[in-house]
């Protein structure tokens, strides 16, 4: 009888095995608000550029390192005892400080540290708190297109619903350089979307992809549909360091009339200091609005990693008695005019961005063969992500298509463009050059 067990105990254990995987997979289903969440474009063109070996001037990473005093900022804090403790749920003392006396003048306003700003877990976890702090099932949110990805499933996760609105270039865009400030918004469009459900409306300046710096007139435009409706503003202001010439000023939403009462702006030490994959982001705004972020985020996260934020706190004192960020606008501006070299040597149009390190190019007049076979991963997706899949594997430099960043309805807006991100060292943007002169050929004027 033992033996009669034994024998059959490895099929009985496979069989057990089965019945419950079956079981597992019967039982277990996960929530609505991600069920519905499918592949993003980071997902495929990462691995993509690295199969390839193309350049990847797709993701908005920097690959050069902080400046050195906020790297030897961080070094200190990890030989300080407190520095790798808990921090403050509202964030450290000294990067509150900090942000105060860095952001006053800009905000015309003395900052309080203790209750109008609030440290986060990179900006896009602010974002989330914001989200999570005011928005009820069935809450309505403005977002303009295009948009950065994150925000929709923010919104959702959080009942929301996003309402979409697109930003759109000149109609002969796909003839001529044009630059960021061309993108309009529709302001009456913008109020045809206004409805018993709308709760807040997203603004993203300097703007990603387009680069564009929202002016003092649409942000009062705005404001304006803000103020009749009682909507939240939130200000995606996190590139507010890299505007360039002709601006000598960046304008922000909260200082136009009255608007500092409704608007929460978002900022970010990984932006600001070439630092992304620190998570140290910041939300600035009344006490009124803050400290319902305040509640969300102590839910979510507690607090924000201490080391890092002695590290962007060092970096922001420094800023008030040195040009780090003017040097940053200088470095930037040079590699803008490298990669946007290629293009105009290409005569292919794009925009040029007044902010933030991306520029837009219009690729109507690239034809890739006819007959090339594409995996059946883009057959679900936009014409544009054909595009940038070519452009990688053909070419060896990866771009990111930005229908991922509108809706479904309005993919077509996007279908003769790709985004080209240009936050990398002057000899990676040289090499990409040369390889972008490959596309000569394929071309057409």
Not at 33 to 46: A, C, G, L, P
Not at 220 to 228: Q, S
Not at 417 to 425: G, H, L, M, Q, V
């Amino acid at each position: 009888m033992n033996k009669l067990l034994s024998a059959t105990a490895p099929y009985r254990r496979l069989f057990s095995s089965t019945i419950n995987k079956a079981m597992t997979s019967q039982q277990i289903k996960p929530a609505d608000r991600v069920s519905h969440f499918s592949r993003d474009v980071w997902s495929i063109f990462t691995p993509l550029a690295l199969e390839t070996k193309a350049i990847n001037l797709g993701q908005g990473y920097m690959n050069f390192g902080p400046p050195v005093i906020v790297q030897e900022a961080a070094k200190e804090a990890l030989d300080t005892v407190e520095a790798n403790q808990y921090s403050h749920p509202r964030g450290r003392p000294r990067l509150r400080n900090a942000l105060a006396a860095s952001y006053s003048k800009d905000f015309n306003r003395t900052l309080d540290p203790e209750s109008e700003i609030l440290v986060t877990a990179g900006a896009n976890e602010g974002m989330f708190s914001v989200f999570a702090a005011f928005l009820d099932q069935g809450d309505e949110v403005i977002c303009m297109e295009p948009f950065f990805d994150q925000y929709i499933p923010n919104i959702t996760m959080n009942g929301g619903k996003p309402i979409y609105v697109p930003l759109r270039p000149p109609a002969d865009s796909d003839e001529r350089v044009i630059s960021s400030h061309e993108w309009r918004l529709d302001i009456d469009e913008l109020k045809s979307k206004i409805t018993s459900r709308t709760k807040m409306i997203v603004l993203n300046t300097p703007h990603n992809p387009i680069g564009k710096v929202f002016d003092e007139e649409e942000l009062t435009a705005i404001g304006k549909v803000a103020n009749e409706h009682n909507l939240i503003i939130l200000s995606d202001e996190v590139y507010d360091r890299l505007y360039y010439p002709p601006l000598d000023k960046f304008p922000r939403i909260a200082n136009v009339d009255n608007l500092w009462d409704r608007t929460v702006t978002v900022g970010s030490g990984g932006k600001s200091f070439a630092a992304t994959g620190w998570r140290v982001g910041w939300l600035i705004g009344p006490q009124s609005l803050i400290q319902h972020a305040f509640a969300a985020q102590t839910r979510v996260v507690f607090c924000v990693n201490s080391p890092c934020q002695e590290a962007v706190a060092a970096g922001l004192e420094a800023s008030l008695t040195s040009n780090i960020f003017q040097s940053q606008i200088d470095s930037y501006l040079q590699k803008r005019t490298l990669l946007a070299k290629v293009f105009d040597d290409l005569k292919l149009p794009y925009t040029m961005p007044e902010g933030a390190y991306y520029i837009l190019v219009n690729t109507q007049k690239i034809k890739y063969p006819v007959d090339y076979k594409f995996p059946e991963v883009l057959d679900d997706r936009g014409d544009d992500f054909k595009m940038c899949y070519w452009l990688t594997k053909e070419i060896g430099v990866c771009a990111i298509p930005p229908s991922e960043f509108y809706e479904r309805e309005h993919w077509p807006l996007a279908k003769h463009f790709a985004r080209f991100a240009f936050c990398k060292t002057d000899d990676v943007l040289q090499e990409a050059v040369g390889r972008l002169r490959e596309l000569e050929k394929y071309i057409e004027n």
